[in-house]
């Protein structure tokens, strides 16, 4: 069983940046495909950043390419989302989400595909 513990949000204000961290206990962190999704208010929980199990592949949603880096440490168990430029239309709560197959060859962009979440994180934009 895969525990992801979030860390990192908070009050920023535009154009400011932020790092969330999520570390991982439980099973073969290394060998999963891990997501950062966001989720505001009365809407639905959407892909911000997927990385593959290597790290050596990532995609970004348009809203946020070229200004969130999603990386990860696979000897720290622990993956990052480096946030800069932020807007206040960033504002959410973000969580990460850890997908159960190992050694895949995706990475995956659907919340109903990832099966191990972190607690959410509020992320506040103030313009």
């Known amino acids: 069983q895969v525990q992801l513990v979030e860390s990192g949000g908070g009050l920023v204000l535009a154009g400011g940046s932020l790092r969330r961290c999520c570390a991982a206990?439980?099973?073969?962190?290394?060998?999963?495909?891990m997501g950062w999704f966001c989720q505001a208010p009365g809407k639905e929980r959407d892909s911000v950043a997927a990385i593959h199990w290597t790290g050596g592949r990532t995609y970004y949603a348009d809203s946020v390419k070229g200004r969130f880096t999603f990386s990860r440490d696979n000897a720290e168990n622990t993956v990052y989302l480096q946030m800069n430029s932020l807007k206040p239309e960033d504002t959410a709560v973000y969580y990460c989400?850890?997908?159960?197959?190992?050694?895949?060859?995706?990475?995956?962009?659907?919340?109903?595909?990832?099966?191990?979440w972190g607690q959410g994180t509020q992320v506040t934009v103030s313009s």
């Open positions: 206990s439980g099973g073969t962190f290394s060998a999963y495909a």
């Open positions: 989400a850890a997908h159960p197959k190992q050694y895949s060859g995706h990475y995956y962009l659907r919340a109903d595909e990832y099966d191990y």
